[in-house]
């Protein structure tokens, strides 16, 4: 660990990096620029597809727009960018989840083939330095909500060829699988039947257990029902976001350790600071809530709920939180101190939260401040390189041996 004078010096660079001009900041975070470009950069979580289906962009070169795209990755060191497969719950129950998550798969290879020298997807963690070579940017995938499947297992071994390396259980709703941490109301007190043997098959297929999103039984029970380690792709700590199920609790944080797995910090704000987590957790309480009655009124023979009107009004009480990025940091660290330095990770949620993100984490070129923060708090520089990438190709690469066993 760093003396507590270079701790001290670190800590006044960054807060001198974070109220400085752009100019600056290059300058005073150096030590931070120079360990994002050389350690393994992983990030599991980025919502890049979802919005690439529903507005194109060439993420090859520069894309304003959005959080994603190769010249700003390459600036913040970022080698390994899980893309998330997202469809929601709505799609699920419409039955339109199956063609959603290949359209946006089809979306990813299509950027790859047209970047062959700059993008490659990535399907096991001993293909990531071979691929990496020429400064790639590696596009593993992960399903965000197992409601593409449907009720058909061997659709399980269908995603895996096409790419799928890790699947988020459930969503904002539960499902044929599991419950999720957002709705009140649960249907299975966990997994369905038929999400046991999904967790099966994924542990014999060598598909990562994303326990993000679902609920507590739901995780307890994936976590003691697979056979090799699970992850959480992009859950923060509930420690300072109380009455917020989505965010882990420290029992199930220690759960994931315990069985090897790794719990991947987001870094929206909805998750990492407690008024925004609040909002979150309300606004999927009262939005599914406004979705039973607009379909109560619907099957009464009266018309739906405006649901635009809804959102709008949602918006004008609850304004954007703006947060620090101490908020992310503080998350880390009790994370570290709670479950161990060799369990966690980063799952930021670029693209995947409407702009709100802490001040200095706003899209892929800014991990380099996320490490001066860290080598600011004290953090080895080794310890660092674990938490940015090399906890969770540690724990891939121990599920994929898994499914060879």
């Not at 129950?93 to 997807?121: K, M, T, Y």
């Not at 542990?203 to 380690?229: C, F, K, W, Y």
């Not at 609790?249 to 909805?270: N, R, W, Y």
């Amino acid at each position: 660990m760093p003396s507590p004078q270079h701790r001290h010096a670190l800590a006044c660079a960054f807060a001198l990096a974070l109220a400085a001009p752009a100019a600056a900041l290059a300058q005073a975070t150096d030590a931070a620029r120079a360990l994002a470009a050389d350690a393994l950069i992983v990030d599991t979580h980025i919502d890049a597809p979802g919005v690439l289906v529903s507005s194109w962009a060439d993420l090859g070169g520069p894309a304003p727009d959005r959080e994603f795209d190769y010249p700003r990755a390459r600036e913040g060191g970022l080698d390994i960018a899980f893309m998330s497969i997202y469809t929601s719950a709505r799609q699920d129950e419409a039955g339109s989840a199956w063609q959603a998550a290949n359209a946006q798969i089809d979306a990813i290879e299509a950027l790859v083939a047209r970047h062959p020298d700059r993008f490659a997807i990535l399907t096991s963690p001993t293909d990531a330095q071979r691929l990496l070579e020429g400064g790639r940017v590696l596009l593993p995938l992960g399903m965000e909500n197992g409601g593409p499947i449907g009720d058909d297992l061997a659709q399980l071994a269908f995603f895996h060829q096409r790419g799928v390396r890790y699947i988020t259980l459930a969503h904002s709703g539960n499902n044929r699988i599991a419950d999720s941490s957002y709705t009140v109301e649960k249907r299975w007190n966990g997994l369905s039947p038929f999400g046991r043997e999904v967790i099966a098959e994924m542990n014999r297929l060598g598909i990562m257990v994303d326990v993000s999103h679902i609920s507590d039984e739901a995780t307890r029970q994936a976590i003691e029902l697979s056979t090799v380690p699970v992850i959480a792709s992009h859950s923060a700590l509930r420690h300072f976001t109380p009455d917020f199920e989505r965010n882990l609790s420290d029992e199930l944080a220690k759960l994931i350790a315990a069985k090897g797995g790794v719990v991947q910090i987001p870094f929206g704000t909805a998750f990492v600071n407690p008024q925004a987590a609040a909002n979150t957790r309300d606004w999927f309480r009262e939005s599914l809530a406004f979705d039973r009655r607009s379909a109560e009124r619907v099957a009464a023979g009266e018309p739906p709920l405006d649901r635009k009107a809804f959102e709008a009004q949602w918006e004008k009480d609850h304004p954007k939180v703006e947060a620090p990025i101490s908020d992310v940091l503080d998350q880390i660290d009790y994370a570290v101190k709670l479950i161990g330095v060799d369990h966690v990770g980063i799952g930021s949620d670029f693209d995947g939260v409407d702009g709100e993100l802490p001040e200095g984490l706003r899209t892929v070129a800014d991990f380099p401040n996320f490490i001066a923060g860290l080598q600011a708090r004290g953090h080895s520089d080794e310890d660092i390189r674990k938490i940015l990438g090399g906890n969770l190709m540690r724990v891939w690469a121990e599920i994929e041996a898994g499914a060879k066993r």
